[in-house]
């Protein structure tokens, strides 16, 4: 694809609701990381893959957020029983590293999801 | 955990003057990237340096990388209005990425 999507764009969701947040990377490129951003803030990490392996969760705040990428592409953020806390735009990048292991390399980032918890 | 701090949080400059941002971490870092967001938008990546002392040029816009690692700076010669945005730089711990707070640039014309 020309780059990286997400969806839904825009998601309102009722306290205490699940969502899932879907992220669609850039094809072949095998690291992925999840991010969220609250207003005015910086990208805050929250989970990185390596094609399908979760190498590194350690920024999920809770374990109401729940990552997964079971063939190594696409991957889904879930929240669940949301609270207000969460809303945020979350924010999917994708890029592929030149050594194997390292995370370091340019990252393409999608358009994010903004998430509102009501 | 890691922290890469970033100063100053807002600048408002006229069009044509300069600006400069500054990122610093309290440990060596492996690498530094810079990212820009247009209001509304997402990150762009923008450069990525790796040596220590390194400096790169895109075109107004002047990289450094510390000499010991601990901090980098962006320096945009006579800023545009194109230039609006939160300039943000990054790292990576690990497998874990941590970007800086990010510096909100405002260019009045």
């Known amino acids: 694809g020309a780059g990286v999507s997400q969806s839904p764009r825009y998601k309102v969701a009722k306290r205490g609701q699940d969502v899932a947040l879907r992220c669609d990377p850039i094809s072949g490129h095998v690291s992925l990381f999840w991010y969220q951003q609250a207003l005015g803030q910086g990208p805050e990490f929250l989970t990185y893959f390596q094609n399908e392996a979760q190498l590194d969760k350690s920024g999920l705040p809770s374990d109401r957020f729940f990552a997964e990428r079971p063939e190594g592409s696409v991957s889904t953020l879930k929240i669940q029983r949301t609270q207000q806390e969460d809303s945020a735009v979350y924010l999917c990048a994708s890029s592929s590293p030149g050594l194997a292991g390292r995370s370091s390399d340019t990252q393409y980032f999608g358009p994010g999801t903004r998430l509102t918890v009501l | 955990g890691q922290q890469v701090m970033q100063i100053p949080q807002y600048q408002h400059v006229q069009e044509g003057e300069d600006f400069t941002t500054y990122c610093n971490s309290s440990?060596?870092?492996?690498?530094i990237q810079w990212y820009k967001q247009r209001p509304g938008g997402h990150p762009v990546f923008l450069i990525q340096l790796v040596k220590s002392g390194e400096v790169k040029k895109q075109k107004r816009l002047t990289f450094q990388f510390g000499e010991a690692k601990k901090n980098s700076s962006l320096h945009i010669t006579a800023t545009q209005t194109t230039d609006v945005g939160t300039y943000f730089c990054?790292?990576?711990?690990?497998?874990?990425?941590?970007f800086g707070p990010g510096t909100r640039l405002s260019v009045l014309p």
């Open positions: 990054a790292s990576n711990y690990g497998q874990n990425f941590v």
């Open positions: 440990t060596t870092l492996s690498n």
